[in-house]
């Protein structure tokens, strides 16, 4: 499918912005949250390798980038409404900026 057709059952919010997960493409394990505007979804969708917009920084940014620890696409998924994304990925060490292997490790109950 061409990026102009996936760019279409994708809803944006009003800031351009669609939240996205990561999940592991074998363990099915959730990674981690973040969001991506259409410019990190088509660089996304070209390379294999994972872009983000950082809401804080207002920039692009492939995850992996400052760390070595990248994602590489393996499945796309669009929701049934079109506004949350999920990737499928090859995730190389951990996922999490403090070192975990996944952002959702603290159990609140």
Known sequence: ?????IIKR?????DGLVPVIAQHYQTGEVLMMAW??????????????VWYWSRSRRSLWKK????????????????CDGDTLLLKV????????TGEK???FTRIS
């Open 10 to 14: 994708v809803s944006f919010n009003a």
């Open 90 to 97: 090859d995730q190389v060490g951990p996922a999490c900026h």
């Open 102 to 104: 996944t952002c959702f």
């Open 36 to 49: 991506m505007n259409g410019e990190s979804l088509e660089k996304t969708l070209a390379s294999g390798e």
């Open 64 to 79: 992996g980038e400052t760390s070595g620890h990248f994602q590489y696409l393996k499945e796309f998924y669009v929701d």
């Open 1 to 5: 499918m061409e990026f102009s057709e």
